[in-house]
């Protein structure tokens, strides 16, 4: 998080699979291979204004709600990335599918995936892994 967006974020909580936050948007990398990862964040409007701003390391007035989408999309590639290469081995095949922004917490909580809630300077956020 400090090298991506220029602020710190902190574990708050696991969130219950039941009742999970409310989020407007939430999306999510699948990771095909040996063992197959899942990696997501999901968050509310604003804290995905900030996080698209900070990752475009642009103003959050010049960067629209569909900007914010994609660079909330790219970030969870690049998380995608540091969990691939720090959990799968160094010769493992793998295939990522393209940000999925249409899944729920809700049903990432069926499918057995964790949901771990976050604090930030941008606003709160929940991580998705599996």
Known sequence: FP????????FSSVVDGASPP???AVAIVRVHA???LVIGLGCDAATLANMGAAFMSMPVEACDEELARDAFGELV???MGYVVKDSLPEDASYRAEP???GATLAALAAED???VSMTSQLG?????IG
Do not use: K
């Open 3 to 10: 090298r991506l967006l220029r602020t710190q974020c902190q």
């Open 22 to 24: 409310p989020c407007e």
């Open 34 to 36: 040996d063992r197959p």
């Open 77 to 79: 590639n690049v998380l």
């Open 99 to 101: 940000p999925d922004f």
């Open 113 to 115: 995936q964790v949901l």
């Open 124 to 128: 709160p956020f929940v991580l998705v």
